[in-house]
């Protein structure tokens, strides 16, 4: 698997969960905070513009070598990923349990995933609330370590 098909199965995987808002293969840049706001408005159990999404992006890789023969090498690549979710805070219902619920449901759609011919990712959840443009969101942070990709060398 390549790098790129790793992510697109890490976000197919995420917009297969339902009610998890936008998804996003990267950081989405945005020249004003009220553009960056739209790029995850969507209707959410009757809202219509919820403010919610998930992005993708690679925060580290390392590559080793492995020699198999006399004339033959590999490479090991290891991604780590950063699944960022945001959901904004309503006093109005139970926007953290929601929330929750649906970080957790995303854990286990990538818990599902077959991506890498290693020991199945692990994920880490980080889960606070935090200001994004102006608006008070509960953000998750989910870590994916040592998805791994062999290049032929």
Request: charged share 25%; with cysteine; net charge negative.
């Amino acid at each position: 698997m390549t790098e790129k098909s790793i992510r697109a199965d890490i976000v197919e995987a995420i917009e297969g969960v339902n009610h998890a808002g936008k998804v996003y293969d990267h950081i989405p840049w945005s020249s004003t905070w009220d553009v960056h706001l739209d790029k995850f408005k969507t209707r959410i159990n009757g809202y219509v513009n919820a403010f919610r999404g998930f992005t993708v992006s690679l925060t580290s890789m390392t590559q080793t070598g492995e020699i198999l023969t006399t004339d033959t090498e590999r490479a090991v690549r290891a991604y780590q990923y950063a699944i960022r979710g945001y959901h904004a805070i309503s006093e109005d219902d139970d926007s953290e349990n929601d929330f929750l619920e649906v970080v957790l449901d995303v854990i286990t759609a990538l818990d599902g995933l077959n991506i890498s011919s290693y020991p199945r990712p692990l994920a880490q959840l980080e889960y606070n609330p935090a200001e994004v443009g102006g608006v008070l969101c509960h953000v998750a942070e989910i870590t994916m370590d040592d998805i791994r990709e062999q290049v032929d060398c």
